[in-house]
């Protein structure tokens, strides 16, 4: 079981942006809950075996042998004498889940391989590295991927998968105690090393950034396997991967160090729930550094605003690690938010289980049209190039769907293929839609987005390796044509009755329904996050998380009424983005719809302006951001045009900007001739990939001249169901 955490005597020195939002300890539900939860990691089988551990350890230490010797080859090869042969070294790091301590059976391993200057990247490392490996019998599916974002080799070695990323640092000498963290480990390295470098620099930051790393990890076990199993694990697809959601999980243990995996699990869901996005996700404040490397900062960079979910990395330089969540995808973030953070306050109730927080999203029966994207290839290797490069775009046709349908078309991207055991190289992704919610209904509007389909499929096979025989075909299939094969065992389930909301919700009593109840949660609610989302120096006491559900109503309404006067009274301003910046922090200001005025540091917000952050922070966060469209509830009638079916009466749509700097941050200052945006994207995961800079199809650029289908394309028609049945039989 995880350790209670840190008494409140050793947290005096505040760990990240702001004071704890509680302090207190366990309470004997707590260590309950917390064996509970653990007893339900164990039995979903999180947690390897002692001899695969052993195994792992071996593997690192081959490789780190290999990588050694092959450094010797190239300084050999380049005329060094005999002692600099000698002298010459590489080192092997890990990072990602299994430096942090929360990989599972079967998972790979992040490995970042540090080389000497003379050692290059695309010579030596994808070149002789890669045939020592490939001639090794221990080594199968070898990998290479030299033109991605952050170039990665991956490969299995004795069973043992392996992601190897390397950085070619500024010395001659690569000394076997070398600290990665160090900040003068970047000086004269190139983007590619600065990105491989931060995998592990930013995860030892994580780690120190932590008051109990015991109780981080199980936590983080919690939602990795609550994320995966809810469909919301896969930086590729646009949602988060590994290093985003540890991250969130380390900064909800900074604001609450004493607390046990129960509890934090139940507080990430309260948090986030009504985090107010995209204010960001911070460790630690953000600081320039010497070197002059960009960092994230949507003050001076225009681009910075556009992203939706910031979550800052910690080290230097600090980036967005989320910059690949949209619309769509934070949407469907925030769903699952809401469902974690009802399912939990009910089992502080004792109504519910730790097995109803983890129980599979059923993707399949959540919407009613989907789009499917079939794939196919001649060969094994053909097929896992194409493969991954497929599933690397499809995040580009969510924010293409987006742009083209101006917000109102909304796509939940399922992570990971299907096979049809039947047809070789053959694989299937799925894509739910639906429309976005909260716009009224109009009759007839119809939205075509055969051409927006069209203009991602040129942009897949503009695939650098591409080959004749790899190909693509997307299509409509309702929700009742799903194929067979991507149901466990190829047996479809039995009708399921439960609508898309149900899926994410779960039933509360009328007790737990009453108004009363309703209140004094939402001011409990209210007060924490306020304090977490606000950074707030506050000293005065907070209601410990772990009994606050238990606190009667009177208290709870006086201690919330006493913390919001404490919070307005002693506002604080937050460290400073850049370092040496004397302004409040321009993350709140621009964000928060008060928009309050700038002020020296150190100077308090009015107290009226507080108290409308207050109240708005405490609402749901409006999490599309798009202006409304008159549509219907439902998605209604999609249809396939067939080719030269006359096309003229078809309503088209303008390509919207993806988004303005109003839409993005509102208020946010634009000074003039600002820094461009850096083109150094952290990635810390081999998933994570360069951002995605959308221009309008050209297909659809021109409203005045018509472009007539050269093949059938995918329209989608907004309209009642009644209208849809009654078309159809006519």
Known sequence: MGSPGLSNSAIATRVGLSEPISTGGPTEFDVIKTRELEKFLVDAGLYESHEEAIRREEVLGRLDQIVKKWVKNISRARGFNEQLVQEANAKIFTFGSYRLGVHGPGADIDTLCVGPKHASRNEDFFGELYRMLAEMPEVQELLPVPDAHVPVMRFKFSGVSIDLLY????????????????????QNVDEQTVRSLNGCRVTDQILR???????????????????????????????????????????????????????????????????RWPNPVMLCPIQEGSLGLPFWDPRRNYKDRLHLMPIITPAYPCMNSSYNVSTSTLRVMMEEFQRGNEICEAIQGSKSNWDSLFEPFAFFEAYKNYLQMDIASETEEDSR??????????????????????????CHPHPGEFSDKSKPFHYSYFMGLRRKQGTNPQEGLQFDIRLTVEDFKRDVYAYSFWKRTMWIHISHVKKKDIPNFVFPGGIRPSHSTRSTTETRSVPKTRESNSPQAVMSRKKRKQDEINKGVSLTDSSSAAVSGSDAG????????????????????????????????????????????????????????????????????SLQPNISRQGSLDLLDGLGVVQLKSEGQNNDKDQEIKPSEFFTTE??????????????????????????????????????????????????LIRFSFTSLAKATSNTAS
Not at 167 to 186: F, G, K, M, R, T
Not at 231 to 237: A, E, H, P, Q
Not at 387 to 406: F, N
Request: charged residues 20%.
């Open 167 to 186: 950085a070619n640092v500024a010395l001659w000498v690569i000394p076997e105690d070398l600290d990665v963290s160090q900040e003068s480990i970047l």
């Open 385 to 410: 190039n194409w493969r991954g490069w497929v599933e690397s775009r499809i995040r580009l046709l969510t924010l293409k769907i987006e742009r083209d349908t101006s917000g109102v078309l909304q």
């Open 550 to 617: 238990l606190v009667d109503e009177t208290t709870a309404k006086r201690q919330f009424e006493a913390d919001v006067v404490d919070t307005l009274s002693n506002v604080r301003c937050p460290e400073n983005l850049s370092g040496n910046d004397p302004e409040v922090a321009e993350i709140v200001k621009s964000t928060s719809p008060a928009r309050p005025s700038s002020a020296a540091c150190g100077s308090s917000l009015g107290i009226t302006t507080m108290e409308k952050l207050v109240i708005e922070q």
């Open 209 to 275: 950034l932590v008051p109990n790393i015991q109780t981080f990890r199980t936590t983080l076990r919690c939602m990795r396997l609550w994320a995966k199993r809810r469909g919301v694990y896969s930086n590729v697809t646009g949602f988060l991967g590994g290093i985003n959601w540890a991250l969130l999980v380390a900064r909800i243990c900074q604001l609450y160090p004493n607390a046990l995996p129960s509890m934090l699990v139940s507080r990430f869901f309260r948090v986030y729930n009504l985090w």
């Open 663 to 712: 839409q993005a941050l509102g208020a946010a200052t634009e000074e003039e001739g600002s820094s461009s945006f850096s083109k150094i994207q952290q990635s810390l995961d081999v998933e994570e990939l360069e951002p995605l800079e959308l221009t309008a199809s050209t297909a659809v650029a021109s409203t005045s001249t018509h472009v007539p289908a050269q093949k059938p």
